[in-house]
């Protein structure tokens, strides 16, 4: 399934410090899962360096940053990988960017709308699915209420309402 959009992983929360470095607030599963790319925005930013920060984001020195304006410059921008280059996953897992975007249908077949978003709220992800008349429900992503997803989202009936 995976595609080469590009999939947001952390965004520029400010500048750190008067070198050129930035604080990030990441979205994904912490520093560890960040520091697996060298480059992001299609190498148009190359990691230098990179640490926890200690509050749940982290901080990082990008080559092409030497200042702090330039890193002030920064604010907002959101680092981006392209899918292809993400870590394969086992069975039963995905990456939330790998279903934003996807058809969902009924079991028997009933088109339901467009996945929007997954969202945790603390008990799992949720995903929010977008009606042809723009009306919205959630569904919880868990095999009783999305028995199967691929190249669409399976949603067993009485789900969406």
Known sequence: MPTDKPVTLAVVAGAH???GEVR???FGEGVAALKRYRAF???ALTVEKLREDGKGGAIARFIEVTSRNAAEAL????????RSEMPS???GEYYYADLI???CVSTAGEALGECVAV???GAGDVLEVKRPDGKTFMVP???DAVPEWGEAIVIAEGWAS
Do not use: H, I, Q, Y
């Not at 604010?75 to 392209?82: A, D, F, N, S, Y």
């Open 75 to 82: 604010r907002g921008t959101l680092l981006t990988v392209r």
């Open 89 to 91: 996953l086992a069975d």
């Open 141 to 143: 992503m868990k095999p």
């Open 41 to 43: 925005n299609d190498s």
């Open 17 to 19: 410090g008067v070198t």
């Open 24 to 26: 990030l607030k990441l």
């Open 119 to 121: 969202e945790n709220f």
């Open 101 to 103: 975007g996807l058809a």
